[in-house]
């Protein structure tokens, strides 16, 4: 293969569902504030999902590599790129990158931990980030208070339960396995509960002596959404940050009016506030000494059994995809 065309997984947009190709495709070149990373590892991310299925408003309109997290080592920079060099080993929130190389704004990129496996590295961004902002900006999390993480097996659940923890949080989990509330009580939940099981709130209840949420971190929406409502204190505040289940739900006005609730949405960040959300969410995890939790990891080439096993929803953390040989997270 020559030195401009690399591997990758291509969605195609013939039709909803076409399965993924593994192809040759052209290497990518760094713009001028642009590093190109030789990718090590690269998460598989819920929005591929998403766009490979053309739901949630998202769609591939024409043949496109899926990805915007990985960690890799960077293989060229940009003219403007001063804080990186070839060589560096860094963590990136970029495009493309489930990819042999793919590229990100040097805005976006930081130096990998040398604690961190590549493929933990590459969990962090896009998860990372969003639980960051939602725990410590917007929620504002206390030590004390009460945080409900709904869905803490997911991505984005299982970095909001690990901030939670690391602040000093009482942190409650929700999951949709018994095998999952066990896992996110082995990262620092006080009580875990299946989210599926019709009395969900009346078990939180209980574990929480029947004192209701300060906060809750909902990545789920849709149905669950009243429910969470049931449990969130006067004055409490709750944030939607993915909507997995829906779009929709019913709030009552004299309810919302009456208890005083705080509802945030996570909103859409402009590039440095997403630059200041990496770098927040990295350093919030160093000073916890804790790592991203990696649940499994595939070949590039293996990326059809990946997102099968993401949509399977047995995993707790990240499912990441490596060019390399698949090997277990360090
Ligand atoms: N706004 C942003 O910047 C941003 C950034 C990242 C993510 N997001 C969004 O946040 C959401 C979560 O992302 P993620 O990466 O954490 O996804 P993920 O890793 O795929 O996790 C999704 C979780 O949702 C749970 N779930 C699915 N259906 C459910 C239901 N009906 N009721 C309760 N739980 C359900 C699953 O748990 P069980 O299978 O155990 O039930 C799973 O743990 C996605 O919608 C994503 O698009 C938004």
């Known amino acids: 293969m020559s030195d401009d065309v690399m591997y990758a997984s291509v969605v195609p947009c013939s039709r909803r569902d076409a399965p993924l190709r593994h192809e040759p495709v052209p290497r990518p070149v760094p713009g001028p504030d642009e590093v190109l990373v030789r990718v090590a590892a690269a998460s598989l991310d819920r929005v591929d999902t998403y766009i490979r299925h053309g739901t949630h408003g998202m ?8 990805g915007r997290d990985m960690a890799g080592v960077v293989s060229a920079v940009g003219a403007g790129v001063r804080e990186f060099r070839v060589g560096d080993e860094v963590i990136a929130l970029g495009r493309q990158t489930h990819a042999q190389y793919a590229l990100a704004p040097g805005l976006h990129t930081m130096p990998k931990p040398p604690q961190w496996s590549f493929a933990e590295a ?11 902002d939602a725990v410590v900006n917007i929620a504002r999390v206390r030590p004390g208070e009460r945080v409900l993480v709904v869905a803490a097996g997911g991505a984005v659940g299982s970095f909001a339960l690990q901030f939670g923890a690391h ?15 066990a896992t996110a009580r082995a990262h620092g939940a006080h009580a ?6 019709p009395d969900m709130v009346e078990q939180v209840l209980a574990a929480s002596g029947g004192a209701k949420m300060d906060v809750i971190v909902d990545p ?4 669950l959404y ?8 006067r004055n409490g505040r709750i944030v939607t940050c993915g909507v997995t289940a829906g779009a929709r739900a019913s709030l009552h006005l004299g309810r919302l009016m009456t208890q005083g609730w705080h509802i945030h949405g996570i909103g859409r960040p402009d590039r440095h506030e997403v630059a200041a959300h990496l770098r927040g969410c990295l350093d919030l995890m160093l000073a916890a000494g804790a790592k991203p939790i990696v649940d499994r990891v595939f070949p ?7 997102h099968r096993y993401l949509e399977e929803s047995s995993f707790f953390g990240r499912v990441v995809l490596t060019p390399e040989p698949a090997r277990p997270p360090r």
């Not at 789920?220 to 149905?223: D, F, P």
């Open 59 to 66: 769609a591939a309109t024409e043949p496109q590599i899926l």
């Open 122 to 132: 590459a969990a962090l961004p896009t998860a990372g980030r969003t639980a960051y």
């Open 167 to 181: 602040l000093r949080a009482e942190v409650y989990a929700t999951a949709g396995t018994e095998d999952k509330c």
């Open 192 to 197: 875990a509960v299946n989210h599926y099981s």
């Open 220 to 223: 789920v929406g849709g149905a």
């Open 226 to 233: 009243e429910s969470l409502l049931r449990l969130l204190a």
């Open 300 to 306: 590039l080439s293996e990326a059809p059994d990946a």
